[in-house]
């Protein structure tokens, strides 16, 4: 079967967005199919242990490759044993993200990923069961000072430079604004501490049109001017690129002196010289708690 | 829609559009037959044409282009010295999201294709513009795997052959659309659904059917292309009493799995098609179906007037890597060996001596890591240590193979066999699952690694001599679209990145590029109109024509 699809450099139509816009309104328009739904608010497997393994496995099918083994999440999801969850607690709302996705983030609709079967209504709820059965049972308390955090990433720590939060920052890097809660606490780590080890956004963005894992590139054009910065997009004959001054460069291959790609990213491992155990806690307590969870 | 069974209203708007009153259209329909008005339509496609296929280029009557798979056209108009100068002709937008897979058939200048939610066209191929359109009225039940895709039609007489997401056969009559007749293979409930793109053989409708994620028990069925009417059917996975049943655990086999959803060839001379098949159920556990679990994953030689079983041969045996065998078996003739070239899911690319389904030889094209060692025969055998654990295990080829449905080509100008391979290496995960008809039935979960490197992929030209690498052009990321070669010492491809690619079929090097806009996710095919060669492939949810200008 042809199921697997994720792979970086996909270029996902637009089109696909206007459908869903077009999919609103018909489902304004059919108010009555919309009731059926909302009707069922509550998991009619609520606290059934063996909905929550049979669950278990549907999870590992459909929803693991980005949210991990565990659902813990892994490079690419949130990590979804937190008790709080970015689009919503409730039964109904798990029941909405997973059924419909999420616009203008990976989340996918179920059934529309191209890969995979999609979930009945049936196994959606058996899903919620497994998540409910492996989250935390209170929001946690997040160790760190948060405040803190903010000015270490706006001051010394310098993380300003190429990261914007909510409108403030640089561009080089990827905007942070929604990071915490899209991403296990581990992964934050160690994309402090060794943000080679796994490019941005890991090495697949599912559902994205495409993915900006922020390669290190080189390139000296014909006239024999260097640049080095970040990959915003490229294929096979032309590169997209933004220099470490945040200027946009748009190159045909064919026509540069040379190019060189590395992932070696840009960013500095901070080691603990550069920033302690405690500091680090501070600043993830602030990516966490930005974005309002 | 029919003329005749137009709205009175909508008739006359669409004669007046015709600047015609509805007086008018049936002289002018008589004076276009009377006349002879060019281009002349040849009515009707017999059997003999399809056997002759190559002795019309401009046409492009079946899905792999004849009835050896090779995907090569003849036309030579666009070649190596003019590649460069192609440009877009027209393109036709079928207006749906989700992958557009169709290879469009083309007969005497109208262009037959299909498109998501088992969209039909016939189209002006000079111009692009819409004869018929046909789209079938789907149950709102059906969730097959993969996409609401499409592959393609057949064509014979006056009718084309579409196998629907709700595992209809459907008959079309080629100059309206109209619905022929309409068969139900099987029950699309437990899982059942049709993607590929028939096979004519004589007056026979030859079609396999998807569902290796359910735990169907595959089949290949064979309809009466006048009535609709089943003249036989192969099942898959075979049951008690029959030849293999032993090599699948208990019952097992009733949920064996085994899907046939590639199109398969046909070798005149002997009169056997070939048919491939893909994995066993559940594919990514084989607790439960112990044995070699024929025959998922393997090549079949049949007798089309029958459906007997003449040979088989299995790639992957008791497969827990998802690989499908469904790659197109091409037909190739080297002197007095008669053979099949399949370049495998599994990474392995195999040369098979077609009268007797020996295995002449077995090479990888793509890094492998499920194999290391190969039996007496020289077939490549799995490790015991491959197969997915409830942790995870990482394998080379991944879940989407090394390639996968997307068609080779062989030219026989260059002797050589261009497929797209996959450089991509997954974690193979159990997910152990109780059966449920209907219900998604991986047994399996599957997560990309924690390689350093991204996922790459490749337009690679084996020697099926040496079955060595004789080039490659590198994809930025693995590609999902096929390769045609042409008499005009080219090959084209697309890539996911949505460059659409000519390159000379002996160096490949890269003579021409066009950016689609969205990725390739189909096989290309080319024809001629007028005298004019033209190349044409389907990418986003168009589908785009190329030429000289």
Not at chain 1, 44 to 52: I, L, R, T, W
Not at chain 1, 118 to 140: C, D, F, H, L, N
Not at chain 1, 176 to 185: E, M
Not at chain 2, 350 to 379: C, E, H, M, Q
Request: glycine share 10%; proline share 5%; hydrophobic share 40%.
């Amino acid at each position: 079967m042809p199921r697997p699809n994720f792979q970086r450099g996909k270029l996902w139509p637009r089109r696909r967005r206007l459908g869903f816009l077009f999919g609103c309104a018909v489902v304004v328009a059919c108010a009555a199919a919309a009731v059926t739904v909302r009707a069922q608010e509550k998991n009619p497997f609520s606290g059934d242990a063996k909905a929550a393994k049979v669950g278990e496995s549907q999870f590992r099918a459909n929803c693991a490759f980005c949210h991990g083994l565990g659902a813990r999440g892994g490079g690419r999801g949130p990590d979804l044993t937190r008790a709080q969850k970015r689009h919503g607690n409730a039964d109904a709302d798990l029941f909405r993200t997973i059924n419909e996705g999420v616009p203008g983030t990976a989340m996918p609709q179920n059934g529309a990923t191209q890969q995979g079967v999609g979930m009945t209504e049936e196994e959606i709820w058996q899903v919620i069961s497994y998540i409910r059965s492996v989250q935390a049972k209170a929001p946690a308390q997040i160790p760190g000072n948060a405040a803190h955090g903010k000015e270490l990433f706006y001051g010394s720590a310098t993380c300003s430079t190429c990261h914007m939060i909510e409108g403030k920052g640089g561009r080089l890097g990827p905007d942070l604004s929604t990071t915490g809660s899209a991403r296990s606490t581990d992964y934050l780590v160690e994309s402090v501490r060794n943000p080679s080890r796994r490019l941005a956004q890991g090495i697949s963005e599912a559902m994205k049109e495409f993915s900006q894992e922020y390669e290190t590139v080189t390139v000296v054009t014909a006239e024999g001017t260097k640049f080095m910065g970040v990959v915003l997009n490229e294929d096979h004959f032309t590169l997209q690129m933004m220099d470490t001054r945040e200027q946009l460069h748009l190159f045909e291959k064919g026509k540069l002196r040379s190019l060189e790609k590395s992932r070696e990213s840009l960013m500095p491992a901070y080691d603990q010289k550069m920033l302690s155990d405690k500091d680090l806690q501070d600043l993830i307590a602030y990516l966490l708690g930005v974005g309002a969870l | 829609m029919k003329l005749r069974t137009m709205p009175w209203a909508v008739k006359s708007r669409f004669l007046a559009s015709l600047g015609m009153t509805s007086l008018q259209f049936p002289v002018m329909v008589f004076l276009a037959m009377a006349s002879g008005a060019a281009p002349s339509l040849r009515a009707q496609v017999t059997p003999q044409r399809l056997l002759d296929s190559g002795k019309e280029p401009q046409n492009w009557l079946m899905y792999s282009g004849d009835y050896a798979g090779r995907r090569f056209s003849a036309l030579d108009q666009i070649n190596t010295s003019n590649a460069g100068m192609l440009v877009p002709k027209w393109a036709y937008q079928t207006m749906a999201g989700g992958k557009f897979e169709t290879t469009a058939l083309v007969v005497d200048g109208i262009l037959y294709g299909t498109g998501q939610d088992n969209r039909a066209f016939a189209l002006d191929a000079r111009s692009g513009r819409p004869i018929w359109q046909y789209q079938r009225a789907l149950p709102v039940d059906i969730r097959p795997c993969c996409g609401r895709v499409n592959r393609g039609l057949a064509i014979l007489g006056d009718k084309v052959f579409l196998g629907t997401l709700d595992a209809h056969v459907i008959a079309l009559d080629a100059k309206t659309g109209s619905v022929v007749w309409d068969v139900t293979t099987v029950d699309y409930r437990k899982g059942y659904s049709i993607t590929l793109a028939p096979l004519m053989i004589k007056n026979l409708v030859i079609i396999g059917v998807s569902g290796g994620e359910y735990g169907i028990r595959g089949f290949i069925d064979a309809y009466d292309a006048a009535t609709g009417e089943r003249k036989w059917r192969f099942y898959t996975v075979p049951g008690p009493g029959e030849p293999g049943n032993e090599t699948w655990e208990g019952e097992s086999w009733k949920i064996g799995g085994a899907p046939a959803w590639i199109t398969g060839t046909y070798d005149p001379a002997t009169n056997t098609t070939f048919w491939t098949t893909g994995n066993p159920s559940p594919s990514n556990r084989g607790e439960g179906r112990a044995g070699d679990n024929l025959y998922s994953n393997s090549l079949l030689a049949l007798d089309p007037e029958t459906g007997r079983l003449k040979w088989y041969f299995q790639f992957s045996k008791h497969d827990d890597h998802d690989y499908d065998a469904t790659q197109v078996p091409v037909i190739v003739d080297q002197g007095e060996r008669h053979l099949i070239l399949q370049a495998n899911r599994n990474g392995f690319f195999y040369v098979i001596d077609r009268t007797s389904g020996k295995l002449v030889s077995a090479n990888p094209f793509a890094k492998v890591t499920w194999s290391d060692s190969k039996d007496a025969s020289g077939a490549p055998i799995a490790r015991k240590d491959a197969s997915p654990t409830l942790e995870g295990n990482r394998v080379c080829p991944g879940a989407a193979g090394a390639t996968n449905w997307m068609s080779p080509t062989y030219d026989p100008q260059t002797q050589l066999f261009y497929v797209t391979a996959r450089e991509q290496c997954d974690v193979f995960s159990t997910a152990p699952q109780a059966y449920e008809a209907g219900h998604a039935y991986y047994g399996s979960a599957y997560f990309p690694n924690d390689d350093a490197a991204p996922f790459t992929g490749a337009l690679r030209a084996l020697d099926p001599n040496s079955g060595k690498i004789k080039w490659e052009w590198k994809h930025p990321s693995p590609t999902w679209s096929g390769v045609l070669s042409t008499a005009g010492g080219l090959v084209f491809t697309g890539d996911a990145e949505g460059n659409f690619i000519a390159l000379e079929a002996a160096s490949g090097k890269a003579l021409w590029h066009f950016q689609c806009g969205a990725s390739v996710y189909s096989s290309p095919m080319s024809f001629a109109i007028d005298g004019k060669q033209y190349v044409a492939v389907a990418a986003g949810s168009a589908l785009f024509t190329f030429a000289l200008p």
